[in-house]
């Protein structure tokens, strides 16, 4: 069995009052991310939404970018969980070679969906070590089992690296590539790192 | 003949003294961050030091994020020069599989000897398309000399991203690699790449 992969640590502990506001904080966000965009999202709204004074907002999360960081972390998870125990071919039981070529679809699909929140967090988000500490270790993991000899480390990281917000906006927003375009490319780039060991 | 690569553009027609002041501005910061680098450097140090007042840093370049921003490009524009008309095997004369191994230990170290001044510069620069523009379409146009089928804006672009500053962080800063063992995975990573159609 390959060794559990490390989660997002869990929120600290807080008072009950304080974790009851800090989850309806949350899901106010969540609302109005969903309802109006990130873009014109207001820290007062959230609260307002939220039935807290606007104090409780900073209090909770510290910043704007803090209770976005927030939301993402929450988005995280659940796509950490889909990784670990969501159905094949991105959980486990199919093959290593499915299972990477779905993780590399459904990343860009996660990355795409939570752009303008990663960004709204700012980089303290996007260079989480958290995050891509788990997405290399999976991906490197998937490599072992597929029999790829070499530095699996680097290789790993280097093919999560084109999976980034950053490059993904170059690709599709400014150089006009669909995503199924990127998705056929990171296909290819796949086949092509795995392939000069062991033909899939 | 490949087409010419865009270069970043030249800054805009100014009047004499104010040109005159932005030379000065830029030599000064780059001897402070030469000798004290990037966070100690503040812009009273730089106006005192090019012997203008403070209020002249900011009319020629917005604010600190602007300077370090104008230091850079004029670091990004010496290193694409080499790239265009430097000697071998970075520049042009060599076997374009020796120009891409080049391309990619000079633009790792290139990174590593800005990284501090790219954070400082703040998203607008690190995310500057004609930056990265320049980078992929060398790349695209050795693949192309390597004769590598496939979607080559998409590879290049691939190979490219495991090159920026908040990746080497994580490889070299977090990871622990040296920069010696990024350049052997980038190596192995292209001829990975290459050798799918080409075996060089």
């Known amino acids: 069995m390959p060794k559990p992969l ?12 304080a974790a009851r506001n800090r989850e309806a904080l949350l899901q106010a966000a969540a609302e109005l991310v969903e309802r109006c965009g990130v873009a014109d999202l207001t820290t007062d709204a959230v609260a307002a939404r939220a039935g807290v004074g606007k ?3 900073f ?4 910043s704007r970018e803090g209770l ?4 993402l972390d929450h988005r995280e998870q659940e796509w950490q969980a889909s990784v670990i125990s969501g159905p094949p071919p991105l959980g486990p039981g199919a093959p290593p070679m499915e299972r990477l070529l779905a993780f590399g679809a459904s990343r860009l699909r ?5 752009a303008a929140l990663i960004e709204a967090a700012g ?3 996007g260079e989480n070590y958290a995050v891509l500490g788990f997405v290399a270790l999976h991906v490197r993991m998937l490599l072992t089992q ?11 990281t280097a093919l999560v ?3 980034s917000v950053p490059v993904l906006r170059q690709q599709i927003d400014v150089g006009g590539l669909t995503e199924e375009q990127v998705i056929a490319g990171w296909t290819d780039l796949v086949r092509r790192v795995v392939g000069a060991d062991s033909p899939a």
């Open 6 to 17: 490390p989660l997002l640590t869990a929120a600290p502990v807080v008072r009950r009052d």
């Open 55 to 57: 104090g409780t907002v």
């Open 59 to 62: 209090r909770r999360f510290g």
């Open 68 to 71: 976005m960081a927030s939301l």
């Open 110 to 114: 996660h990355h795409r969906e939570q």
């Open 123 to 125: 980089s303290t988000w």
């Open 146 to 156: 597929l029999g790829v000899h070499g530095d699996l480390g680097y290789l790993a």
């Open 161 to 163: 690296a084109p999976l």
